[in-house]
């Protein structure tokens, strides 16, 4: 190693490390900006899949309500007021609220709404239930 000229050779050794003296401290910096960008990219993975998650639930909950018309429509569930009461009570028990209930004979078409917890995003979802489209239309109890 080479002394630069009106140094000593101790302190040509400890420059020899280093090119700059104010990049002292720069490697702090980088590390904790690296941390607060890992920081946020991790709640934000987190706010996503709860809203994903919402949705499954909403969408398990209008299921539930539909089929549940469906069958009162059917005459296979007495009592509760008709397929829409059934509907609005079965979403509430999923904690989720019936938007809109629509019976077109057998068949039912709920639209229920919930929100995500981190976000408090409205999330809906809808679900249609009855007979297929290819089974004769029967009013009333079944056999």
């Keep these: 190693m080479r002394r630069r ?3 000593s050779g101790r302190e ?3 420059s020899a490390g280093r090119t700059d003296p104010d990049d ?3 490697a702090s910096v980088v590390s904790v900006s690296v941390v607060v960008v890992i920081a946020v990219l991790a ?3 987190l706010a996503g899949t709860q809203a994903l998650a919402e949705r499954s639930r909403v969408a398990g909950a209008a299921d539930a309500s539909a089929l549940a018309a ?3 429509a059917a005459g296979l569930v ?3 007021g008709g397929p829409c009461s059934l509907a609005a009570s079965l979403a509430r028990a999923n904690a989720v609220e019936l938007s809109s209930c629509d019976v077109d004979e057998l068949v039912v078409t709920v639209v229920v709404t919930g929100s995500a917890p981190v976000l408090g ?3 809906r979802a809808s679900a249609t239930a009855g007979p297929p489209p290819s089974a004769p239309r029967r009013t009333g109890p079944g056999p």
Excluded: F
């Design 5 to 7: 000229e009106g140094t």
């Design 12 to 14: 040509a050794t400890a």
């Design 24 to 26: 002292a401290g720069s």
């Design 43 to 45: 709640a934000a993975a």
């Design 70 to 72: 469906a069958d009162a």
């Design 78 to 80: 007495t009592g509760g």
């Design 121 to 123: 995003v409205a999330v």
